[in-house]
């Protein structure tokens, strides 16, 4: 009888966890009622419940006696596994519940290179002081991360239409104007914008090469790339005038902004989860810090940091012509 009570015990691991509850509430109240009270449930799905287990078991737990229920000795196994069980998955509860609740422990953070090396990196050294129990893991890379599979914990992306598998919200707006190096500026006389040479994107950033393309269809880019980062780089460096999000460009002491753009060259700032984690501790500490700080940084995203409004440009020998053709298109 004995082995039989351990193998049914096994066999109960497999079983819903709702059962072993059942019947540990009624073994630790002797009876329906008492354990309908502790389960908050009525006493006929008590009686149902224990009745369809006893009978996936193939034994009898429970004696039915004119005061209560009394465990059998194949209930008494039972009851020593199932108690363990209980106790295991109480165990488990505590540290997911604790882990959840202390603000510690490790968050995975994707996001576009531009945004990992000109915008988050102060903001996440701040994070560190103010948070020193989360480790901040950061992935960086043009390809969205799967977030329902856990790829990542929280991501910050540009766009205007998130997952509709995801949570989160608006945190700003990148505004793009048009940036060269004072290197390549200078001695260049004032001419039309489709002359000079160009940096462009390739068709990760379609979104971009199609607005820049009805922007100034007479440009062609000598150098394209799949990176912002890249973008930045290869316009200081002075291979050409390029278009670029001013929150970054206007951090870059050798960057001069030649002319503005219209109005639909924007990415909306993203700042997602999944709905599984937005209230976990340490995952909604981070939600709120970055957004907060992202808020301060909304001029400077908006093109109205170093160098003004995006619309206006710089004193150099391009502006008047650079702003004549802008208007134009």
């Known amino acids: 009888m004995a082995e039989t009570a351990k193998a049914s015990c096994m066999d ?23 354990a309908a009270r502790r389960l908050g449930v009525n006493h006929s799905t008590v009686f149902r419940r224990i009745g ?8 009898r737990l429970f004696e039915r006696l004119p005061n209560g229920y009394l465990l059998t000795q194949a209930g008494e196994a039972m009851q020593e596994g199932a108690l363990r069980v209980e106790d295991e998955i109480a165990s488990l509860s505590r540290k997911v519940t604790g882990q959840d609740l202390r603000l510690s422990g490790t968050i995975r953070v994707t996001t576009l290179d531009m945004l990992a090396f000109g915008l988050l ?5 701040k994070f560190r002081t103010d948070y020193p129990g989360i480790e901040v893991e950061l992935i960086v890379g043009n390809a969205a991360l799967n977030l329902n599979r856990r790829e990542a914990d929280i991501a910050l992306r540009v766009g205007n239409a998130p997952p509709e598998t995801l949570v989160g919200r608006r945190v700003g ?24 040479d160009w940096v462009g994107f390739d068709t990760e950033h379609a979104a971009l090469t199609r607005r820049f393309g009805a922007f100034l ?26 278009p670029l ?36 501790a340490r995952i ?19 093109g109205n940091g170093r160098d003004g409004p995006a619309s206006s440009m710089q004193n150099d020998p391009m502006n008047a012509e650079a702003r004549a053709s802008a208007t134009r298109r």
């Open 245 to 280: 999000p001013c929150g970054l460009a206007d951090l870059e002491a050798d960057l001069v902004r030649v002319a503005a753009l219209p109005g639909d060259f924007t990415l909306d700032l993203w700042l997602l989860t999944h709905e599984d984690l937005r209230q976990t």
């Open 217 to 242: 269809p007479s440009a062609e880019p000598l150098f394209r790339t799949n990176s912002i980062a890249a973008a930045i780089a290869a316009t200081k460096a002075g291979i050409g005038l390029a």
């Open 173 to 196: 707006r990148l505004v793009f104007a048009i940036y060269a190096s004072k290197t390549y500026l200078a001695g260049k006389s004032a001419v039309e914008l489709a002359a000079h």
């Open 284 to 302: 909604r500490a981070f939600l709120d810090f970055l957004a907060g700080e992202l808020a301060r940084e909304a001029p400077l995203l908006k």
């Open 52 to 59: 369809a287990f006893e009978e996936g078991l193939g034994v």
């Open 121 to 125: 990196p102060r903001h996440l050294a």
């Open 12 to 34: 109960a691991r497999a079983q819903n966890w709702d059962d072993l509850r059942y019947f540990l509430a009624v073994a630790k109240t002797g009876s329906l009622s008492g």
